[in-house]
């Protein structure tokens, strides 16, 4: 039976459906650092899973060259100290710290009872990874464990001028609605390890974008054909995007999940680069610059800012001064 004491609750489920729900309005913000609440929760799964905290502590104190005999830093900070990017760093030391012990901690502790077993060491690697995973990926933070490392979410540069381009492009736009649903239920499946169903969601997102721009067709190389026919591509276009469309259609028709399920056949790499592939075709299509759409969205979020510090200053400036006795300055001491 699985290890179930760490999982989620009904109320963090609840805030994850909410969360789902948002991020079809507003897109994926992907974290570089880690929130107090992940930090948090890994110090709990810490505690749980074994029964050598200190020893995990101890050896990520050391990786990160903090060595203090009155507190263990890792533990400070993942409780809340610091700041997120310092807080990523404990949660990677300790992440590795645990990983690498649970493979070569052999050393029994000494119980302190003559009366109780020496301790043998204890430690639930798979449910603590799975445990970290999970909370980094709803927190939305840009890093996982996997294959042994810490690291980020698939390739940074393909992340920040693919990925992201692509999340904003379908997120501000309602008439993307469909796709971008689709798109962000591929980047959950993939950072969850449902490579099969990663698959599947890309090809839909990119279809669900062709319909978008009122391209039909049964597959997408038949779509490709129509945009080109309706002068949504150009014919250049189509001799660019063919053969990256025919594998896309093809890798879904193949190795998705639209039809049957085959666990296990499609790797981490092969869901990235379908992810990749998908996002820069939409990219392309919608014919402005990565760095155009992300500056696009960090310009109205700082405009929406500023309007409400400016709704908020005029509130308060619209607010009665206190009462003041009359031929009294405000400040001054009153008659009684």
Not at 88 to 101: E, S, T
Not at 261 to 288: C, I, P, Q
Request: glycine letters at 6%; a negative charge.
């Amino acid at each position: 039976m699985r290890d179930t004491r760490l999982d989620p609750l009904p109320s963090e489920m609840r805030r994850r459906r909410e969360q789902a729900a948002s991020e079809l309005e507003t897109g994926i913000d992907w974290l570089d650092g880690c929130p107090p609440a992940v930090g948090a929760e890994v110090m709990v799964a810490l505690e749980q899973l074994t029964n050598m905290p200190r020893r995990v502590l101890d050896m990520a104190d050391k990786r990160l060259g903090e060595l203090n005999s009155s507190v263990w830093v890792c533990a400070e900070r993942l409780r809340g100290d610091g700041a997120d990017d310092e807080r990523l760093d404990a949660l990677a030391a300790v992440v590795n710290a645990f990983v690498w012990l649970a493979e070569h901690d052999e050393e029994w502790e000494d119980s302190g009872y003559g009366n109780r077993p020496d301790l043998a060491p204890e430690y639930g690697v798979n449910t603590f990874i799975e445990v970290v995973n999970d909370r980094l990926l709803h927190a939305r933070v840009d890093w996982l464990f996997e294959d042994g490392r810490f690291q980020e979410r698939g390739n940074f540069v393909l992340h920040s001028e693919v990925l992201r381009p692509a999340t904003i492009l379908l997120a501000d736009d309602p008439a993307f609605a469909r796709a971008s649903s689709a798109f962000q239920s591929a980047l959950t499946k993939l950072s969850k390890g449902e490579t099969e169903v990663a698959l599947t969601e890309g090809a839909t997102a990119l279809q669900e974008f062709f319909r978008a721009l009122g391209v039909e067709g049964n597959s997408l190389s038949n779509q490709l054909d129509s945009a080109a026919s309706q002068k949504v591509i150009s014919g250049a276009d189509r001799s660019l995007m063919k053969p990256l469309i025919d594998w896309v259609n093809a890798d879904r028709s193949n190795r998705g999940n639209a039809h049957y399920h085959r666990a296990g056949e499609v790797s981490k790499a092969d869901a990235w680069l379908m992810m990749h592939v998908v996002g820069a075709v939409m990219v392309r299509l919608s014919n402005r610059e990565p760095r155009d759409i992300v500056a696009a969205r960090e310009k109205r979020e700082a405009e929406n800012a500023a309007g409400r510090d400016s709704e908020a200053a005029n509130a308060a400036a619209s607010q009665p001064e206190p009462w003041v006795p009359t031929g009294l300055a405000l400040g001054e001491d009153t008659p009684f």
